[in-house]
């Protein structure tokens, strides 16, 4: 069976990781060089890279800055603010605006340039993770433009809570350079084509025997302490504070995904699993990473990809106690992206994010996934006297989440039940 990775992570590669997703796009936005004089060209830099398995229309609109911030005029030169173009499937490209800061520009900091940044496109299959994923193994485009690109200053800034308006800074020194003219020609760069997936394809099929072997030692009692840690402090970072209960639920559905039980007790081939296909790409990468603590190694590379796939697996075990409110496989992706991306730092946060369908899924792996010294009967009871105390906070769309949560925690009850495992008993790491 051949592994389909996902398309890498080549903006992030470019960025340091800097991105703002907009939905089936993401971008980014710099200038170099950060500080410029007047008459002395800068580089206006948008990166952008398609998520999808279609073509999409995009339009780019630029703002220039009238004055600073005293109010002074401030003029600057570009050869044009408007753009359109197509964006082939999986596509990244990269549009290179020069503009030039004029007489009688006073010196500054932080003079801002908005651009929106538009796109249409038919509904397509996601082919990158919303937070990224693993940097390409291999580029065409050559590495001085690679190391020139890496050197702007990206940001990921959006203009007032907008969704699609970016902002950038620059500053404006008290030197000018002569004035003479200068020809300004903006440029649109493809940086990577849909293509150069038939060698990342194989590349990974080779590194498959590696990656396995280093996914054989990913057993609980080396990656659960990092997991469970990082997911706390995500979700805190996200403005949604866990309680012990759902901390560990969490935890317990992405350790399941990642620990070998899920291929054993799902007849889950590993290879059809996302963070595999990544952990492949990783690999290939830097071969040292394999050297790595295994928790961190986790953590640091293939959290989210983890996520992605234990969202998936939580959905199809908890649709047959739900009665199928679980929604269908595109409400699952696009809803699986958007809490992705709130875990990147972006988007509001929801209370849904918590139980649907990850505290689910692990409530329903929890007395297969053992925490030292916890009664798999203390995330029920935990769980249970949570749900009271955010009963009282919920909203009405909230409201269904813990009616699925409930019939949820009565399945596992009889489970455990079943399974022998009494109130007295205390699960055991690995």
Same mark, same amino acid.
């Given at each position: 069976m051949a592994i389909e990775p996902m398309y890498p992570d080549v903006l992030g590669a470019i960025t340091g990781g800097a991105r703002v997703n907009i939905d089936k796009l993401q971008c980014a936005l710099g200038v170099f060089p950060r500080r410029s004089y007047l008459n002395q060209p800068a580089e206006l830099v948008l990166v952008l890279q398609n998520m999808v398995d279609q073509t999409m229309k995009v339009q780019v609109a630029v703002q220039l800055p009238i004055e600073n911030a005293e109010g002074r005029p401030a003029v600057f030169d570009a050869p044009k603010t408007s753009f359109a173009f197509n964006m082939d499937a999986g596509e990244v490209s990269a549009l290179r605006i020069p503009i030039l800061a004029l007489s009688p520009t006073p010196p500054g900091a932080d003079y801002p340039v908005r651009v929106a940044v538009r796109y249409r496109a038919p509904e397509g299959r996601a082919v990158r993770l919303a937070s990224g994923g693993a940097p390409p193994t291999l580029m065409?485009?050559?590495?001085?433009?690679?190391?020139?690109?890496?050197?702007?200053?990206?940001? #990921?800034?959006?203009?007032?809570?907008s969704a699609d308006i @970016?902002?950038?800074?620059? &500053? $404006?020194? #008290?030197?000018?350079?002569?004035?003479?003219?200068?020809? @300004?020609?903006?440029?649109? &760069? $493809?940086?990577?084509?849909?293509?150069?997936?038939?060698?990342?394809?194989?590349?990974?099929?080779?590194?498959?025997?590696d990656a396995r072997r280093v996914a054989s030692t990913f057993t609980q009692d080396k990656i659960l302490p990092a997991v469970l840690f990082a997911v706390e402090d995500r979700y805190t970072r996200g403005g949604l504070t866990l309680s012990p209960a759902e901390a560990r639920a969490i935890t317990k559905m992405i350790v399941y995904t990642l620990d070998g039980l899920a291929q054993r007790a799902d007849k889950l081939d590993v290879r059809d699993t996302i963070w595999f296909s990544t952990l492949c790409q990783i690999l290939l990468h830097d071969p040292k990473i394999e050297e790595w603590d295994k928790g961190d190694l986790v953590v640091e590379y293939l959290l989210e990809a983890a996520v992605y796939d234990a969202m998936m697996m939580a959905y199809r075990m908890i649709e047959p106690i739900v009665k199928g409110n679980v929604g269908n496989q595109a409400d699952r992706v696009s809803y699986t992206n958007r809490l992705l991306t709130w875990m990147i730092g972006q988007g509001d946060s929801n209370v849904s994010y918590i139980y649907l369908p990850l505290a689910m899924g692990g409530v329903m792996v929890n007395h297969k996934i053992g925490i030292r010294g916890e009664s798999p009967w203390s995330i029920i009871d935990e769980l249970r006297k949570?749900?009271?105390?955010?009963?009282?906070?919920?909203?009405?769309?909230?409201?269904?989440?813990?009616d699925m949560l409930n019939k949820i925690l009565d399945q596992e009850e009889k489970e455990m039940k079943r399974a022998g495992i009494r109130r007295t008993s205390t699960g055991q790491l690995g």
């Open positions: 065409k485009l050559s590495p001085i433009k690679f190391q020139v690109l890496k050197e702007v200053e990206f940001s #990921a800034e959006l203009w007032h809570g @970016l902002t950038t800074y620059f &500053d $404006i020194a #008290a030197k000018a350079m002569p004035f003479q003219e200068h020809e @300004l020609k903006p440029r649109y &760069d $493809i940086l990577w084509r849909r293509e150069e997936m038939n060698e990342e394809r194989r590349r990974v099929q080779e590194k498959a025997p949570t749900y009271v105390n955010r009963s009282r906070l919920l909203k009405n769309d909230e409201a269904a989440v813990f």
